[in-house]
């Protein structure tokens, strides 16, 4: 059977103050104490009056540029009535008839970058976060901070039949919020908070079959098993015969399984209209004109540039879109190692930021060096050190001073790795290390290199009696050895061919 999914997302915006009041916008609710950015606005307290947020407004839209969506010059807002302890006012303000925003699309990769995929947006409306339920015993608590925080919700087409082109198409709108400063988007602190639909059918020419919502997903795992098991329950069920009402299932991610929450959803009624204490959102020219001056970054279009132009392979191109501190540290290197070339075709004035496309060969060669070792030792230190690459001990400016040596001095592959090992071990200067380990050394000759490898085999009778017996695994030792004795300045490929020539 053909699995046919859709998504609702809930994305926390990143912003100073909630939605419609002056309470703070709290990222992190682990470390608040319950009920402390509240006021009568976000718990509903009578003659309390809304009042949109510009920085909401304008970080939604924001968004919705990302999402290459249509805005509406003329929007509303509206009551979603429905009672739940959590929600104070009895009702929520979101938008239902007239969005801000309709008919987006996110583009992004499938299978490690080699294919691509558009997945449609139907809208991506700007609605208030409820509070929180805790549930202590036989005690219901009630948290209010989180009441009246901005939320923009984005919903989707079903475009989705692969539970891997969910998760890379969540990847990718995690980026997007991260990259422009929008949300930090966490799903583990639930401020990225996704609804999973899901439907099978026999081919792409039926209808949508009864339709599944999964909640409590957390996790991109999470996702993954949900979709999985969903797919199983439902296929089990048609192929016994038996039919189901639409329901909404809770996720439990421990066993594996989910549960009825409820069942008829499109039964409720929320009575939804149009929010009588908030006129409609008319987008003047001012905010127009600051919305197309702004730019925003899109993952995709840089993860396309990395590999159609840089040439990257998949473990350069996940090492520098995952986070993006680690993205600006690159780009920043590369503007000071291009600057520092003084390459005609290709300078990077005080301040500039380096073009993405049209590269020369002489920074593709640039970037192929900074992202090796961003994606080798450097985002090894930093999962061992649970830090950010801004926490690196030695400044931009060595780091640049290693490249630049590596780029002048040709150092052999073996030794510019014992070079940032040590820099990040030590946080020294790498010239100094480079001239500690004789890294600096004139090169040996074919001569000298012979002298060396028949010290070794003579100091070695034992080992060169097993390499006859046809150990030849040792010959690995072997080559240790003289590179070791030269101080690395040896190239191993030769050295092996200098001790097979006398072994023989």
């Not at 490249?403 to 150092?411: G, S, T």
């Amino acid at each position: 059977m053909l699995l046919t999914i859709w998504l609702e997302i809930h994305l926390k915006l990143q912003t100073i103050n909630k939605m419609f009041c002056q309470c703070k916008n709290e990222q992190n609710f682990d470390t608040l104490l319950p009920n402390t950015n509240i006021c009568p606005v976000c718990t509903g307290q009578p003659w309390a009056l809304p009042t949109l947020s510009e920085e909401v407004l304008m970080k939604a839209l924001l968004l919705w540029k990302a999402l290459n969506c249509q805005i509406n010059q003329i929007s509303q807002f509206d009551r979603k009535s429905y009672f739940y302890p959590d929600l104070p006012m009895g009702y929520q303000i979101t938008q239902l008839y007239n969005p801000t925003n309709v008919e987006g699309q996110i583009k992004f990769f499938l299978d490690n970058y080699n294919q691509e995929k558009s997945v449609h947006i139907i809208d991506a409306h700007m609605e208030c976060d409820t509070g929180k339920m805790i549930h202590n015993g036989w005690q219901a608590l009630l948290d209010f901070n989180r009441s009246g925080t901005p939320l923009v919700e984005i919903v989707t087409w079903p475009d989705f039949n692969y539970v891997d082109e969910v998760v890379e198409f969540l990847k990718e709108l995690q980026r997007i919020a991260r990259y422009n400063h929008l949300a930090d988007a966490d799903m583990e602190k639930w401020q990225m908070r996704v609804d999973v639909n899901i439907s099978v059918r026999n081919s792409h020419s039926d209808p949508l079959w009864t339709r599944v919502e999964v909640k409590n997903v957390n996790s991109f795992w999470a996702i993954k098993r949900a979709i999985e098991h969903e797919y199983i329950r439902q296929t089990q069920l048609y192929e016994k015969g038996k039919k189901f009402d639409q329901q909404t299932r809770w996720w439990d991610d421990i066993k594996w399984e989910s549960y009825l929450m409820r069942s008829k959803e499109d039964a409720l009624d929320y009575r939804y209209f149009p929010e009588p204490d908030l006129p409609p959102l008319v987008l003047s020219d001012e905010i127009n004109k600051r919305l197309n001056n702004q730019k925003v970054e899109i993952p995709y279009d840089i993860i396309k540039i990395f590999k159609s132009e840089y040439g990257f392979n998949k473990e350069y191109i996940n090492a520098l879109i995952s986070d993006k501190e680690v993205l600006d540290y690159f780009f920043q290197i590369m503007s000071s190692l291009i600057k520092w070339s003084h390459t005609e075709s290709r300078k990077a004035g005080e301040g500039e930021t380096i073009p993405l496309s049209g590269i020369n060969s002489v920074v593709e060669d640039f970037s192929k060096l900074i992202a090796k070792r961003i994606a080798g030792p450097i985002s090894a230190w930093i999962k061992e050190n649970l830090s950010s690459i801004n926490d690196l001990k030695f400044s931009r400016e060595k780091f640049n001073s290693f490249l630049q040596i590596a780029q002048e001095w040709k150092l052999l592959e073996s030794q510019l790795k014992i070079v940032m090992d040590e820099m990040l071990k030590t946080w020294e200067d790498p010239e100094k290390i480079i001239k500690s380990k004789w890294f600096d050394a004139p090169k040996l000759d074919q001569s000298q290199l012979e002298k060396i490898a028949k010290e070794v085999l003579e100091e070695n009778p034992n080992i060169v009696e097993q390499y006859k017996w046809w150990k030849t695994t040792t010959m690995g030792f072997f080559v240790w050895l003289v590179m070791k004795k030269s101080w690395g300045k040896a190239n191993p490929k030769a050295v092996q061919d200098i001790l097979t020539k006398l072994l023989s």
